[in-house]
């Protein structure tokens, strides 16, 4: 079955440690994305890609990094300059961007990171 | 700025009884809204869009709504099964991202 994998589904990190959060998708998807999600408020988009080998950051990119190396992968690593790093993370993906309209975004079943 | 507000935040209702979620959302150019279901420890899973007022969509007992200031999410006669929170989204006017709500987490009790 085609969809998204996020792993890991719990990390516990302690501060002043880079973490990395995985997500793959066999959807044959080109946009990608990352938001964080925090109780009482609406997802807020990290970074996104478009393409393989492109990346844009979002609204809350300080204290994260991502690469696009291969078309199903879109790895976020949650850097020690991220002050809260505390919430869930979602990876999620679209055909293409121009699709966007469609709000039909396939989500992955998210990474819960904790800081210790 | 565009915002998407979602009341009320939390609603528990007993399995049969009906009522309806609210999205209201402030952006100029309407270009669709969203909502979604979203189980607990669970990636949301899209469930309409809707894209010019007066449009209705329905999915078993749930109906989402639009006028031109918001959108209502009907529940009739809920199961326990509909637990769970739903959100919506609107793509934002000046692009092509999208600004979700905080979301409504129904409780249906048995």
């Known amino acids: 079955d085609g969809g998204i994998t996020q792993s890991p589904k719990y990390l516990f990190r302690k501060e002043g440690q880079n973490v990395t959060l995985s997500c793959e998708q066999n959807?044959?998807?080109?946009?990608m994305y990352w938001y964080r999600q925090d109780p009482g408020q609406g997802l807020r988009l990290i970074y996104y890609s478009q393409i393989v080998n492109d990346f844009q950051k979002g609204d809350i990119a300080e204290g994260y990094s991502v690469s696009r190396e291969k078309k199903e992968s879109f790895p976020l690593t949650v850097t020690s300059a991220q002050k809260n790093p505390t919430a869930f993370y979602l990876c999620?993906?679209?055909?293409?961007?121009?699709?966007?309209?469609?709000?039909?975004?396939?989500f992955g079943e998210g990474s819960r990171l904790t800081v210790l | 700025e565009d915002q998407v507000t979602q009341s009320p935040e939390a609603l528990r209702l007993q399995e049969g009884e009906s009522s309806s979620l609210n999205c209201s959302y402030t952006?100029?150019?309407?270009?669709?809204l969203f909502w979604y279901r979203q189980d607990p420890g669970k990636g949301p899973e899209f469930l309409f869009t809707?894209?010019?007022a007066g449009e209705e969509k329905e999915k078993e007992r749930l109906k989402a709504t639009l006028t031109k200031k918001e959108s209502f999410l009907h529940i009739t006669a809920p199961k326990p099964e509909d637990s769970a929170t739903y959100l919506c989204a609107v793509p934002r006017s000046n692009d092509y991202k999208l600004s979700f709500g905080a979301g409504t987490t129904v409780t249906v009790r048995a």
């Open positions: 952006v100029s150019g309407l270009r669709g």
């Open positions: 809707l894209y010019s």
């Open positions: 999620a993906s679209i055909p293409s961007a121009v699709y966007a309209n469609t709000g039909e975004l396939f």
């Open positions: 959807l044959n998807h080109d946009a």
